[in-house]
């Protein structure tokens, strides 16, 4: 019976999802086709409604429309140009300076509103021309800032790893995995500007600039406020004086004041803040409904327990076996958008490593990366589409730059997965996980 | 057609506001009462709760009338010629017609039935469950209407 | 071999596999399978695997899941009729508990069940319930005041604590080992089991047996799935249930000194408060309950099996 079941799950999604219906639709439609095959139909309807709604009830998913609404707030402001200009005064002085910028700018920018995409638009959008203008190549600045604003979703606050902690069961806390992500995160901003480095040495790429220590001082303190809103909101987690959700809420209100502050945002404009978030809520919170319901019938069918026996009975090496996960991920990373694809493939997976003795926190971290160059590559790449578009570059010409920046991010990838203490340490020395 | 398009695409706009305006303001009181007052009340975390219940699904079906519409694969719809990408797109709603038919519409009518007959109520704010889940068929139907909306425009 | 025409129930509930009562419901299998010769069988989803108390109970009355195990408190947002059960310093001890709960008054509230599709099958031991906390001891009732502690998802476990002195902060059991972690709350309230299998004291070395309540645990049956039992399947489960009672029973109290050694080992800080400074202090709580006549009456008969 499971096995039918599992067939029949696999091939009407991954039919539905080729066939265009959209994602939560096709999660939704197979899931209920599979309860239809246990479950007499009232029921099994009614299963799969009540599974979707109670799925999101959950104080810890509220975290995810207020970091939504923080970062669109925050959107509306000048923060992409005071990150760019405290990036430029820091390393802009280097050769192929602005590259380096973009790349640190990105990853501020990524780790403050928490959104790859964010961080490759506006980022992107604002260097682009100038750049093009000093000499840089429009496809390989544009891997750059696309590749760079991945790191976002690693470094706290991410609401991907809110995700993940949901998909896990509670095994993996939010906090843990905050912290565990800037590592990671940093990490993979160390080796695309080892890359950058490379390039230039090879191609040769324009000066940059020198800045006074008073210039520095002006840009810093003009980005201070924004940056400081990463440390009210891992800071408090961390120090445990407040929830993850609670964080999200204080970083609307942060977000909402220092908008006063610097003049940027004016009441009116609430109604359109607020309708914008709600629509990305929307779209995300419909596919973790759908994603919970599937998960549901993965419990009610044993589907992880099959899988765990199956990967760690057929294949035996658990080297192997985290190779296996890791293929697949990326395989599933070229047409499955992130969030889908933590939501799906957390509960099949996470058994099997917690059975191979991974910690689920450095499993957030194996399974996020990953997604990353999933983001990047078509034929689904959201984040890829953004960045070649505002760079207003050929996707086929980007892809090409692309490669061997998305090959060394598969070595940091590796070195995590093989690497337990490259996620665990950070958490560990806080007390966050034993 | 249009008109009532555009009527409840307005409606929905505002509701949805209103919740999130809620929300913020409701999880921020909550904060902000644990630390100002000392205590932290169970009515803010369920309201909490079942509004973003609400924010999801009734977003949800406001989604499905907007151009962007939910997150798809369709690089291989996009490869077809112009007219196949019209048809498929008409049965790419069908599908989701029938799925806020069965499983929102009469599943969700059934668990409303069966929740607001069966008296369960909310541990903090004592209101039944079967009002927090009625979200649920409203939006299906709300669905049905933007697909429809959906294939005639396209038919045009 | 294959039995044929084999009918599988999945019973579904939210405690760890190490957790007594979860070792009752296993010998709850063992004796149904031998009972029907492999004709009734339990597939046994631990965990929450299947979601929370709330939520299973709920796939009970849809009738997608056959069984369950839920706290008595968990059962009175559907069935007001065991609100009574949370009721602080009701029971004198767990004999009273048990000869109430295996008398008239069980059988009543096991039946009360069937109007909302839930069909009471029979009560575990669920022990008593205490506070513990992370940063203090709780000697007084006093010493509750300003502190924050989980209860359970009731309106009775909400209004007990609130009445004892503290702050009482609803929270699914999932989510409360990183809330104790983070101090979102001060401490929370359990039997021993629980607070050992939920690994809750690596983080909270303070219990105080000061035992306000005895919410036993209750095994449900959706309506639907026990109108589909013929009469001898029927009472292959009911005997079978009221064998693993008596199991259960052993279990718990040889987990009990188990656990005592644990967190013993663990430093965990045991404080024997003056229970009759809670129990006071409580009876408000009771005093406000017994305006309703219902309530009343059946506060009065749980305290006549008391002196018998
Ligand atoms: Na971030
Ligand atoms: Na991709």
Redesign the pocket.
Known sequence: METISIILLFITFFGLLAYGVPVAYSIGISTTLTLLLNIAFMPAITTACQRMTTGIDNFALLAIPFFILAGEVMNRGGIANRLIAFAKSLIGSLPGGMLYVNTLAAMLF?????SAIAAASAIGSTLTEKMAKDGYPRDFSAAVNITSSTT??L????NVFIIFALASGGTASVAALFIAGYIPGLLVGASIMFMIYLYGKRKGLPMGERVSMKQLFIDFKSAILSLSLLFIVVGGIVGGIFTATEAAAIAVVYAVILGFVNRELKLKDFKSILLTSAKTTAIVMFLICTSMAMSWLFSFESIPQMFTDFLIESVKNPFLVLLVINITLLVVGTFMDMTPAVLIFTPIFLPVVMALGMHPVQFGMVMVLNLCIGICTPPVGTLLFVGSGVAKVPVTKVIKKLMPILGVMTIVLLIITYVPAISLWLPRFFGLIE | MQKTYTFLSKSIENILVAIFGLLVIDVVWQVASRYIIGQSSSFTEEFARFSLIWLAVLGAAYINGQKEGHLSMDFLVTKLPPKKQVARKKYIQLFMILFALVVMIIGGGNLVYITLKLGQTSPALHIPLGYVYAIVPVSGLLIIFFCIHRILENEE | SEIKDKKVLYFAHSLPITHPVHKGILAFQESLNEKSEGKLQLKIFPDAQLGSERETLELLQIGSVAMTKVSAASMSSFAPEYEVLGIPYLFKDSEHLFNVLEGDIGKELLAAGSEYLLRGICFYDAGSRSFYAKERAIQTPSDLKGMKIRVMNDKMSVDMVNTLGGSATPMAYGELYTALQQKVVDGAENNIPSFVTSNHYEICKYYTFDEHSMIPDVVVMSSTFWKTLSETEKKWVQDAANESVVKEKQYWKETVEENMKVLEEANVQFIYPDKTLFSNQADALTKTLMQDPKKKAMIERIRAVGAN
């Open positions: 990524g780790a403050i509103s928490g976002g979703l470094i706290p606050p991410s």
